[in-house]
């Protein structure tokens, strides 16, 4: 099936959405963007890991970073920052120009630490839900990289995180389609967002920011 970028939305998005809606419509549908400590953070880290075409093999590990994924199930496109492919003579799937058979593994990096809400599960759920697609195999498990601490934890891909990453795709879309920002919903979790300053929480009555500014200017 051919794919269209411009119908596709952005896989990164969906750790935003799932953080806060708003702040996902805030940065991939009105195209605002602060950087902050958090934000700058994280792309350092990335810095070290994007570095396409890079392949290496680890004994029965290939690791491969940077890597284009797209699912025509979900309607989302990107980059995984790195697919590992662990030797599985039973079980795996065919690569070319490789012995033997594979089970790829999706490894997301976070330049922060691992926290209860879920947004950085189901980013990294949509990614294996893209693997899956591609390979044609059904994954049980995917990796999350914390950069403080520094440690890996594992991701069972249980059939309630592809639910609640389905559930929030169709409601990106939703957004998408319609065009609305939601509205700002104050709580603790705004003192760390990248984007208070131009989202204004106190102002939640107000649709887009845009507005706001226009308002402002
Ligand atoms: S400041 Fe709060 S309401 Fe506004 S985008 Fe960030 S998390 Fe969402």
Not at 24 to 40: F, S
């Amino acid at each position: 099936m051919k794919m269209d970028n411009e119908n596709y939305l952005q896989l990164a998005g969906i750790q935003h959405f799932a953080f806060c809606p708003r702040q996902w419509a805030l940065i991939h549908t009105e195209v605002q963007w602060q950087e902050n400590v958090l934000t700058y953070g994280g792309q350092k880290l990335h810095t070290k890991v994007d570095d396409p075409a890079f392949s290496e093999s680890r004994g029965d590990i290939i690791v491969s970073r940077s890597v284009p994924i797209h699912s025509h199930e979900l309607r989302v496109y990107g980059i995984a920052d790195m697919v590992e492919f662990i030797r599985d003579d039973i079980n795996g799937i065919k690569l070319a120009r490789r012995r033997g058979r594979w089970i790829p593994r999706p490894v997301e990096y976070k330049h922060g630490q691992s926290k209860l809400a879920s947004c950085d599960r189901v980013q990294l759920c949509a990614q294996a839900i893209c693997l899956e697609e591609t390979f044609g195999i059904a994954l049980q498990e995917g990796h999350i990289f914390y950069g403080r601490p520094r440690r890996r934890e594992e991701v069972r891909l249980i059939d309630d995180l592809r639910q609640e990453t389905a559930l929030l795709v169709k409601e990106m879309y939703n957004y998408h389609t319609s065009g609305v920002t939601p509205p700002a919903k104050y709580r603790k979790a705004c003192e760390r967002c990248s984007l208070i300053e131009v989202c204004v929480p106190s102002l939640s009555q107000r649709q887009t920011v845009s507005q706001y500014l226009d308002k402002m200017l």
